[in-house]
């Protein structure tokens, strides 16, 4: 039997996890600032920065500084095939999910 890697287990984990979830989903539509995304998820800042962070340190997000704003953005295209997947391959769910990423959802 083939090990479980533990990027997978990370994966798993941020699937799992209701704040890290709605995190990805949130990412899912494009880049979003890191002072806009509590607000947006419905989190208190200190929450979701531990959790901005544990998803960067497991390589399933990144960022880029614009000025002194910090930009995230997903990393791991598994995570768009994880969604399409939850969607059923319904890209008009998707279209809603991950743009305007819409087109790398559907090459996937």
């Known amino acids: 039997m083939k090990s ?3 990027s997978d287990l990370n994966l798993f984990r ?5 704040t890290k979830h709605k995190i990805l989903r949130l990412l899912l539509l494009g880049e979003h600032c890191a002072c806009k995304i509590p607000k947006k998820i419905g989190e208190s800042q200190s929450n979701t920065s531990m959790h901005l962070a544990k998803l960067l340190e497991w390589n399933l997000i990144k960022y880029r500084r614009d000025g002194k704003l910090i930009i995230y953005s997903i990393k791991d295209e598994r995570i768009f095939r994880i969604f399409k997947m939850l969607c059923k391959g319904d890209f008009r769910i998707m279209r809603k999910r991950c743009s305007p990423d819409y087109a790398r959802c559907k090459k996937l």
């Open 14 to 18: 941020a699937l799992g996890e209701e």
């Open 4 to 6: 479980v890697l533990p």
